[in-house]
């Protein structure tokens, strides 16, 4: 099923509405982005190649985005949980828990690094109960993958909430009284439902993820090859004084996060048309 | 007609200028001077007052000392720069033209007012029993340092520690790499400025010995008071000379490159000599230091010049891309 180009809508005019979002595009996203690519190019090829191949800038890709992935996944597992206990639950405090959740959202992200770190190092109040256990959180990947789910759960909830809030409970309750079991009315009622509002608040906390320093710089503890986050080497270079090499891994970062949400909005879009055709 | 007009415009620049209110300048530092330049700014503007009649605004800012650099290359209007070491003012000078090549040779001691050492600050009753270099690659103890690649502060205590172990080992390079690569492999954590590092330490009380320009530590311990810290003064440290100088086109485009070229002259007179021992800065003058004694042990100090040639090329050899740094890291080629 193929959209036009052109379709009725409420908004007065296609093409006003259109010209204005090709030149918001163009001017605060494209603009930008482009004096990046022109900065990097100022620099011979070679120079650029070795920056942007160096040992330590590969190991700090691994983590960036490895890290991310994974705190994506996990706040996409949290996220819908506390999205359904929010929707599907009432409970003394509930206003209050709701409006936690936005709280990562407001919080200068160097705070909730700092407030991360000393929970979690050896003497913190939660690290000192995993360190006899051998996990170590503070100054490790690990780490990294605590302060990013932290902050990209926010994503994930407020994605889902308003889509679970305007579900149907009539279909779950018809595929009950047609037999379905709890696990066959999650999987093929109630997750196809959500699946794309998972997938738009996963790439959005994928996408703030990556770009994420403030919280990370803390408790990462920055060693060289081990815990690293590439936006770190970024603001290494420009300390140096290397603007071409700083813009060179932006813009590997930059082109690798695009094809990444390209990939995840792709995925959404088909969930979304295979919703629409069943 | 004419005449009115010339006479009103001639009465409205002279208020114009009259209603200017007091000069304005604007000093960028590095991270552990803000007490210090607190001190100087009332005390020249007292002093320029009393000499001129002008009242002198003086705005401070601060943070590591590289971002501060390059912020002045971007564009921050700094009148005057007070950074933490030469090499960045050098940079100012290579990368934005403010000042020439040479500033260093304008102002007495390498336009050096005061000086400091790297000191190490540990817990009190300094469990780990270290007294000096040796003890810090010993298994087990933790030594907290910045990122050299971002701080100052931290350029300067991976040079101690390396002319430290040139100096013991007869200045066999080779040794001198070894002892800091084990160094290194004791830190825990890499912050990317001093004042990070100090939290690390004194906040979160991670790691047995914070390496630290000497005014920091004295700053910690008078914070954290004598029952949780203690300052160890090696037998042997670097001599850190942390430059000013004033930035020539900014200050000739704000008309205050005499009050800027003053206020520098000031931190060098008896008076600003005495304010900088009493913020733990090692003065140059003899008389105000025995103003503040036993204060400053004595420690056999070396410079950067002696020992590696100069900042420019300490800073190619060891901290860029590739450099020896890296190298200890695994992440050199």
């Known amino acids: 099923m193929l959209t036009p180009f052109k379709r009725p809508s409420v908004l007065p005019g296609f093409w006003p509405a259109f010209s204005y979002t090709a030149l918001y595009l163009a001017l605060i996203v494209l603009t930008p982005l482009s004096a990046i690519f022109l900065k990097a190019v100022t620099s011979s090829w070679e120079h650029l190649w070795k920056v942007i191949s160096a040992p330590n800038v590969v190991a700090s890709y691994r983590l960036s985005f490895g890290a991310s992935l994974v705190a994506g996944l996990i706040s996409v597992a949290v996220g819908f949980l506390v999205a359904w206990v929010l929707v599907r639950y009432e409970f003394p405090g509930k206003a209050l828990a709701d409006a936690l959740v936005d709280l990562p959202f407001a919080l200068p992200t160097a705070v909730a690094g700092i407030a991360l770190t000393s929970l979690y190092t050896e003497s913190g109040w939660v690290g000192r109960y995993l360190t006899p256990l051998g996990i170590k959180v503070a100054f490790t990947p690990l780490g990294v993958v605590v302060a990013l789910t932290f902050i990209g759960l926010p994503f994930v909830v407020r994605s889902v909430q308003p889509v679970l809030a305007d579900a149907d409970r009539e279909l779950e309750e018809a595929a009950a009284s047609l037999g379905a079991t709890r696990r066959q009315i999650f999987w093929r009622v109630i997750l196809p439902i959500v699946r794309p509002a998972l997938f738009t608040g996963f790439a959005l906390a994928l996408a703030r993820a990556l770009g994420e320093y403030g919280s990370v710089i803390f408790i990462s503890g920055n060693m060289p090859m081990k815990t690293e986050i590439t936006p770190l080497l970024i603001v290494t270079k420009l300390e140096q004084y290397d603007y071409a090499g700083a813009t060179a891994i932006a813009a590997v970062m930059l082109i690798a996060s695009f094809t990444l949400l390209l990939g995840v909005n792709a995925l959404q879009r088909r969930t979304r048309r295979f919703m629409e055709t069943e | ?333």
């Open chain 2, 1 to 333: 007609m004419k005449h009115t007009l010339r006479t009103i415009s001639a009465l409205m620049l002279g208020s114009a200028l009259f209603a200017a209110g007091p000069v304005k300048l604007l000093n960028v530092s590095y991270d552990p001077t803000r007490e210090l330049y607190q001190d100087i700014d009332s005390a020249f503007a007292k002093q320029w007052k009393a000499k001129t009649g002008v009242d002198v605004q003086i705005s401070q800012s601060h943070g590591g000392s590289g971002k501060q650099a390059r912020s002045v290359i971007d564009g921050l209007q700094a009148d005057v720069v007070t950074l933490g070491l030469a090499y960045d003012i050098d940079s100012i000078a290579e990368h934005a033209h403010l000042l020439p090549a040479n500033w260093q040779t304008r102002l007495p001691n390498n336009s050096t007012p005061y000086t400091s050492t790297i000191v190490f600050l540990v817990r009190k009753g300094n469990p780990k029993h270290i007294k000096d270099w040796e003890d810090l690659v010993k298994p087990g103890v933790s030594v907290i340092t910045p990122n050299p690649k971002t701080s100052g502060g931290a350029r300067w205590s991976y040079l101690a520690a390396w002319g430290y172990a040139l100096k013991k080992n007869n200045g066999d390079d080779k040794k001198a790499e070894e002892f800091v690569t084990r160094l290194y492999k004791n830190v825990p954590v890499l912050d990317s400025g001093a004042r990070g590092s100090t939290t690390t330490f004194a906040q979160r009380g991670i790691g047995d010995v914070l390496l630290s320009w000497e005014n920091e530590a004295f700053l910690a311990l008078n914070e954290l008071g004598k029952d949780k810290v203690e300052v160890i003064t090696p037998a042997i440290s670097i001599l850190a000379e942390p430059p000013v100088a004033v930035v020539d086109k900014v200050a000739a485009k704000h008309g205050t490159a005499e009050v800027a070229k003053a206020y520098l002259e000031f931190l060098y007179s008896e008076e600003g000599q005495e304010i900088g021992a009493k913020n733990y800065y090692r003065a140059r003058s003899a008389q105000a230091l025995a103003k503040f004694p036993n204060r400053f042990p004595t420690l056999q100090l070396f410079t950067v010049d002696e020992l590696f040639g100069g900042w420019q090329k300490a800073q190619k050899r060891h901290f860029e891309d590739g450099g020896v740094f890296d190298r200890i890291y695994g992440a050199g080629k």
